[in-house]
């Protein structure tokens, strides 16, 4: 099947700090990609929407200017979380639509401490 | 929100079937049923999905009620590794529409 790959798999950082991080598609091109975030015990929620060479969307209650997000090339989006606070801590999951037949694939995630 | 109302854990001995029940009941018609796990700090893995007919790959099969209500993923032979929260998703939005996670059933494989 299709992989994505996330990178890094970890990071720790000082709070005030900002944070990239990757996301890949391997073996596929991906129009559409998207991010989410996972707290502890809690389910995946969706942050935002990101189109290859257009803004992203969004979720209702998720802060653009806060969490930078770049699709400048079909196999990869990165999302910056900008001056991170510890609230900021949680796993982030990328996942990536293929073209044709529309399956969604998840990469491995990323886990952010911010101290 | 999620369109899909799952019981939020369940047990099941290791080589029997683990069967997995979902709600769905303001399903239209052209939305399909996803189910996807995951493993404890690992991202989101396909398992199977449909549409209204039952479907069966390598991995497990989908059983859809005829007014498309509800589903059950069947797991044949569970085993240990099978322990994870399983997601049954609705997807809306069409054929790339994105995956609105509810908070899944946690399966417990027991020896």
């Known amino acids: 099947g299709a992989v994505v790959s996330q990178h890094p798999s970890w990071v720790i950082c000082k709070s005030g700090t900002s944070v990239k991080i990757e996301c890949r598609s391997l073996d596929f091109q991906a129009t559409t990609m998207f991010w989410y975030r996972q707290f502890p015990k809690q389910s995946l929620m969706l942050m935002a929407t990101?189109?290859?060479?257009?803004?992203?969307?969004?979720e209702q209650g998720v802060e653009k200017d806060k969490f930078l997000i770049n699709h400048a090339s079909l196999t990869l989006s990165t999302l910056t979380v900008t001056s991170a606070h510890p609230e900021d801590s949680s796993f982030y999951i990328c996942?990536?639509?293929?073209?044709?037949?529309?399956?969604?694939?998840f990469g491995p995630g990323t886990r952010l401490t911010v101290t | 929100d999620a369109k899909t109302t799952q019981p939020p854990s369940m047990d099941c001995a290791e080589g029997r079937a683990a069967n997995l029940p979902c709600n769905h009941s303001?399903?239209?018609?052209?939305?399909?049923v996803y189910w996807y796990r995951q493993i404890h700090s690992q991202g989101p893995q396909y398992i199977i999905h449909g549409l209204k007919n039952n479907e069966t790959n390598e991995m497990a099969s989908l059983i859809i009620t005829e007014d498309r209500k509800s589903s059950t993923l069947i797991l044949p032979h569970a085993t240990l590794r099978d322990t994870a929260v399983y997601y049954c998703?609705?997807?809306?939005?069409?054929?790339?529409?994105?995956?609105?996670f509810g908070k899944g059933t946690k399966l417990s494989v027991k020896p």
């Open positions: 990101s189109n290859e060479g257009s803004k992203a969307t969004y």
């Open positions: 996942s990536a639509i293929q073209d044709s037949p529309y399956e969604q694939y």
């Open positions: 303001t399903i239209s018609g052209n939305e399909y």
């Open positions: 998703i609705v997807r809306v939005g069409g054929s790339q529409g994105n995956l609105i």
